[in-house]
């Protein structure tokens, strides 16, 4: 097996261990506020407060792991994380189960370092399918969202918070004897990192989009449980095993998510999904049945899973030199996408005693993402024409329908010596070198107005008034309905001298 394997095996193992035991009080709470009563703010607050950290920490997780790999960070944070599940075994108050809360986080900031890490073991063309296999680590929350309410009622809560003591003891041994201690490391300063991206405003499309995806994931993870077996009055196993079958259904479209992402353009995929996730939001906001509310759940869990792993595409496409902090980023944002939507839903419940306008939210902006996509998708298509533009060998030129030139590329000036700002707003006699009479220009325009093209060779002189010969193409570049808007003419020099 050779070390790519390895880790990704390793890595994605943690990551399951570290999200089992992000969610652990969320998927515990119908048994802990039978234990000490809670309200429903309260509920909520107890079970979105592991999100804090667990986003915020992600930024910086992610710059450590490109300083100090990922063995030393995933064995440390489950070492860390001992302390904060053994409070919350002997949590007898909202406080502590807050406080221990808090720094259970860190299971869910794990999320950066498998990654920073994987990508350097791959090809860029399997960046989207490895870290789409990573993230499917989500199935963490599904195993505990189903095996913790089977466990506390055999058990108990608090025993069954003890177990996972062993479990992060475990993962933090093999991350000790298994991690790679010669992975690939980078010492950038974050300052420095964080200069290089903070302008750029992919970073923050890209955050806003996993905000909305990771967010809804993790929201309906945290909320599902509670919400279930008050508003339906489920049982807590079966409100467990629904959740974890919203939880499984997300995590098992992550990969193929980032498996679409290398195949097709990302940017197509998240237009499905943000408009699916319009859909799935409108639909939940009539509060409806069960059965309908079900599928509404399954069509988020289905288009966000899929959103998770094509947008992890993206990441290292627009930022392979800073991809550690971008990483952070984007999953910090991601994260508190799933930290407002339970506590905005609960103020809202009391306000008006129902959930219609939170759901619409989810509806709201994943219709203004849908917006944001198709018109980066097309704003993607001008960059790319731009640049295919400015990289050719031939020289190009544009003008109006009066022959006016709007725009040259750098070939041009490197063949006629003219620069850019030289010949905007001119015409291409600038160019004339005298070789050719009238009748030859007018010849030429008006077989460019008769049949839309001309071609063939033309004597032209350089800024520094040597004459040369090109081979011209001009086309007329037309409209919607058929008219001319403008002229592109493409050239290349011929090396045949002019005649003494």
Not at 249 to 254: D, I, K, N, P, Y
Not at 344 to 368: D, Q
Not at 394 to 414: E, L, M, R, S, W
Not at 421 to 449: A, C, R
Request: hydrophobic letters at 50%; aromatic letters at 16%.
């Amino acid at each position: 097996m050779n070390q790519g394997t390895k880790q990704l095996f390793l890595q994605t193992g943690s990551l399951v261990a570290g999200f089992m035991t992000w969610v652990l009080i969320s998927s515990l709470m119908p048994f802990i506020k039978a234990d000490f009563e809670l309200s429903s703010n309260q509920i909520a607050w107890a079970t979105d407060v592991p999100v804090i950290l667990g986003s915020i920490l992600r930024v910086p997780i992610g710059y450590w792991t490109n300083r100090y790999g990922a063995r030393k960070l995933f064995s440390s944070s489950f070492i860390i994380l001992l302390i904060p599940i053994s409070v919350i075994s002997y949590a007898d108050s909202l406080f502590m189960l807050i406080i221990g809360g808090f720094f259970l986080g860190v299971g869910g900031a794990i999320f950066s370092i498998g990654v920073t890490s994987l990508p350097k073991y791959y090809k860029k063309e399997k960046h989207g399918f490895i870290n789409g296999i990573y993230g499917a680590g989500n199935i963490g929350t599904a195993v505990t969202s189903f095996l913790a309410p089977v466990l506390a009622n055999e058990f108990g809560w608090r025993t069954t918070v003890k177990i996972y003591l062993i479990l992060v003891l475990v993962f933090a041994l093999f991350n000790l004897l298994l991690g790679d201690r010669k992975e690939k490391k980078a010492f950038h300063p974050i300052s420095e990192q964080v200069k290089e991206v903070y302008k750029n405003p992919k970073l923050w499309f890209l955050s806003l989009f996993y905000f909305i995806t990771f967010g809804s994931f993790v929201a309906f993870t945290i909320y599902l449980p509670s919400f279930l077996v008050n508003h339906f009055e489920l049982n807590k196993v079966d409100a467990g095993l629904r959740t974890a079958g919203f939880i499984a259904l997300a995590t098992l479209f992550r990969p193929i998510g980032g498996w679409l992402g290398d195949k097709i353009n990302p940017f197509l995929i998240l237009m499905a999904v943000f408009f699916s996730l319009t859909f799935a939001g409108f639909l939940l906001s009539f509060t409806p049945s069960l059965p309908i509310y079900s599928f509404g759940c399954l069509l988020v869990a289905f288009f966000a899973g899929i959103g998770n792993g094509a947008i992890f595409k993206l990441v290292p496409l627009y930022f392979s030199k800073q991809a550690g902090i971008v990483n952070g980023i984007v999953a910090a944002m991601g994260g508190l996408g799933g930290f407002f939507p339970p506590i905005i839903l609960t103020i809202l419940f009391n306000f008006t005693g129902h959930y219609a306008i939170g759901f619409m939210s989810l509806s709201e902006f994943s219709l203004a993402s849908l917006v944001m996509v198709v018109w980066l998708y097309y704003q993607e298509k001008l960059d790319l024409s731009s640049k295919i533009v400015n990289h050719a060998v031939d020289g190009i030129c544009v003008t109006d329908i009066n022959g006016i030139i709007q725009n040259v590329n750098p070939a041009f000036t490197k063949i006629t010596g003219y620069t850019q700002n030289e010949v905007i707003g001119k015409t291409p006699s600038v160019l004339q070198s005298g070789e050719h009479d009238n009748e030859f220009y007018k010849n030429m325009w008006s077989e460019l107005k008769m049949n839309g093209v001309w071609e063939g060779y033309i004597w032209n002189k350089r800024k520094n008034n040597e004459i040369y010969r090109e081979w011209l193409t001009i086309t007329a570049i037309k409209d919607g309905i058929g008219e001319t808007k403008n002229y592109v003419g493409m050239f290349y020099e011929d090396m045949i001298k002019p005649a003494k």
